[in-house]
DNA sequence: CACCTTAACGCGAAGATCTGGCTTCAACGG
DNA sequence: CCGTTGAAGCCAGATCTTCGCGTTAAGGTG
């Protein structure tokens, strides 16, 4: 199934998911993504596109575990010495993210790939992490009372998630920092 | 693309889109989702796969308008007389239909659709449909003060989706009622 | 009602993709 | 160093997809 938990992780097999996934990230940018195939894919990574079908079942599979690396944030966030600051920066930032042409053909790619491949959940993880992360340093500094994980979750992520997936008009950083004011406020700050 | 703007809506070109809808559910049910294929499909509806093709584009887009209708509520929400009541009712109602194997995979291929198709939107109409009418009966029998339409969307539905869509773990009838009642404290009730 | 316009369908051939069986390779363990 | 075994290569057949061209029928017009 997923490339992830590999039989063995060494060698070979790491090589070829390298390249395959490169080809995919260079062929995307050169041609575009309606232009992907696997044939093509497996030709620019130096592999016989049996490979590609064997390891992981179709395009559509493929797309997924790529896209789910290009979600992975790539730096903490920022830290700015206050839990409000914190989290309003970083909902702006990940909706940015997440709304840009780019970040929505990255998202449903995600979404795309067989629920047990579980990319979509390593996707939302991705945002737990960092959302832990943010409430770790409030904690650490002594804020207090601070919105729980999942708090942050529903009513921050989730409805971001939801309009860039289901709607396109109307989202704007302040709606953003909208949704992390009232998080907080539920909290009772 | 969609063939909801269609330039002739009566006559063949509705023959033709009921009848591939029909086959999809029918080889859906027969085969399961897997089995299914545009010449496929195509054989079953009495059409040559070249006019799937040229309406749909490929077999995503044209799973994604069936999904849609699938989605697409078939009653209106019960009415017990009690904004609280309706409310979580709903929400309960809503999780258990989307939350279900069937209906986990028509959301998928609901998104599935290009953006374009407006298919995800539409499906996100729905549910804002049914909110309107809670909140509209409410407001009729005089209850106040009410959660805006938004609200219930952000709080209740988004959440729901987001796990639905990201997550597999921690759904239950407590959880979205525990949304609802969430959204209507907010309120000020 | 006959005629015109044109979107949409049917057909078939060419090209591309997908599948499956079998062989070969190389990572890991003894 | 050698055996085991999961993964990759190769190739052929089956299936799917695209595309050009002729035909059909819906909707409009006089």
Same mark, same amino acid.
């Given at each position: 199934m997923s490339p992830k938990p590999m039989a063995r992780p060494g060698g070979r =097999?790491?090589?070829?998911?390298?390249?395959?996934?490169a080809a995919v990230r260079e062929l995307e940018a050169e041609r575009g993504r309606a232009a992907?195939?696997?044939?093509? /894919?497996? %030709?620019?990574?130096?592999? $016989?596109p049996s490979t590609v079908y064997r390891r992981w079942g179709d395009l559509q599979e493929l797309l997924s575990d790529v896209a789910v690396e290009r979600l992975r944030p790539e730096a903490d966030p920022d830290d700015h010495g206050d839990l409000r600051a914190d989290l309003t920066a970083w909902a702006e930032h990940f909706l940015?993210?997440?709304?840009?042409?780019?970040?929505?053909?990255?998202?449903? +790619?995600?979404?795309?790939?067989?629920?047990?491949?579980?990319?979509? =959940?390593?996707?939302?993880?991705?945002? %737990?992490?960092?959302?832990?992360l943010i409430l770790g340093r409030a %904690?650490?500094?002594?804020?207090?009372? @601070?919105?729980?994980?999942?708090?942050?979750? +529903?009513?921050?992520?989730?409805? @971001? @998630?939801?309009? /860039? @997936?289901?709607? $396109?008009?109307?989202l704007s950083p302040e709606y953003a920092r909208g949704l992390a004011d009232a998080v907080l406020k539920d909290a009772g700050r």
């Amino acid at each position: 199934m997923s490339p992830k938990p590999m039989a063995r992780p060494g060698g070979r =097999s790491a090589r070829v998911q390298a390249s395959v996934h490169a080809a995919v990230r260079e062929l995307e940018a050169e041609r575009g993504r309606a232009a992907l195939t696997v044939p093509l /894919i497996a %030709a620019r990574a130096g592999v $016989t596109p049996s490979t590609v079908y064997r390891r992981w079942g179709d395009l559509q599979e493929l797309l997924s575990d790529v896209a789910v690396e290009r979600l992975r944030p790539e730096a903490d966030p920022d830290d700015h010495g206050d839990l409000r600051a914190d989290l309003t920066a970083w909902a702006e930032h990940f909706l940015e993210e997440m709304s840009s042409t780019p970040g929505r053909a990255y998202l449903r +790619d995600a979404l795309l790939g067989t629920p047990e491949s579980g990319n979509a =959940s390593r996707c939302s993880d991705y945002a %737990a992490d960092q959302v832990d992360l943010i409430l770790g340093r409030a %904690a650490e500094r002594g804020e207090e009372p @601070l919105p729980g994980r999942e708090a942050v979750m +529903d009513h921050v992520v989730a409805p @971001l @998630l939801y309009r /860039i @997936l289901f709607r $396109t008009e109307g989202l704007s950083p302040e709606y953003a920092r909208g949704l992390a004011d009232a998080v907080l406020k539920d909290a009772g700050r």
